[in-house]
């Protein structure tokens, strides 16, 4: 069924804490309570196992997708280590809860779309990155169906079009290059391994200007609902 939402799959863990002082990644909607103290020990579980950054990676790339105008249930989780031709990536999969207009965007353009609205603003959050492994893998799923406003896609809200999924493998050598910007955006691409469907494809930038490093988080939208 066609909504907004989030979905806090990361975020669930049973045990309840008292007195924690850790904050949340700003633009997520604050859960309370129990639920809040789940989240912080999840949160402290993948900071021991992965590392600080990639613990709170899976809170951005969440945060970013509900920015990119999400209107599915959105999910972020760490999947866990991965091994690609000998080298081994610390791998993200995240449903981004975006529907996208084939009628003005095609394959690539989609493709492109997230790579700004989802990945590309959440690697500027960083100044550098450390990870466990030799890599950080980022697999983005978002669905594609011709509209004109996302009021069209709440008035029909059986079709969501098909899924597309396309996934990152940047190694840390290069995402070091990339936050430091000694390399632009389309050179870091290059050296990246990108994946649609399950089929290897290189990625033309259009909009090739890399954004400002933003000084803090901007506000998120409300949401019409969550989904628990």
Wanted: glycine share 6%; no cysteine.
């Amino acid at each position: 069924m066609l909504r907004r939402g989030l979905l806090l799959s990361f975020l669930l863990a049973g045990q309840a804490l008292a007195g924690d002082t850790e904050e949340l990644p700003q633009g997520l909607p604050a859960p309370s309570g129990d639920q809040r103290r789940a989240v912080l020990q999840l949160m402290r579980d993948n900071r021991q196992k992965y590392g600080d950054d990639s613990a709170l990676l899976q809170g951005l790339l969440l945060t970013h997708s509900l920015q990119g105008e999400a209107v599915l249930t959105t999910e972020s989780t760490i999947v866990g280590f991965e091994e690609l031709e000998g080298r081994k990536y610390v791998t993200f999969r995240v449903n981004s809860g975006m529907v996208l207009d084939d009628k003005s965007l095609d394959r690539q353009q989609r493709l492109e779309r997230i790579w700004h609205v989802i990945l590309e603003r959440t690697l500027m959050r960083y100044s550098k990155f450390t990870a466990p492994a030799e890599g950080v893998a980022v697999e983005i799923q978002y669905n594609h169906r011709p509209y004109r406003a996302l009021a069209e896609l709440y008035r029909n809200v059986d079709d969501t079009g098909p899924a597309e999924h396309a996934k990152f493998y940047m190694l840390s050598t290069d995402l070091e290059e990339f936050l430091a910007r000694r390399v632009g955006p389309q050179d870091f691409l290059d050296r990246s391994r990108i994946m649609l469907d399950d089929a290897s494809i290189k990625l033309r930038l259009i909009e090739v200007s890399m954004p400002p490093r933003p000084v803090g988080m901007e506000k998120s939208k409300p949401l019409d609902s969550a989904a628990h």
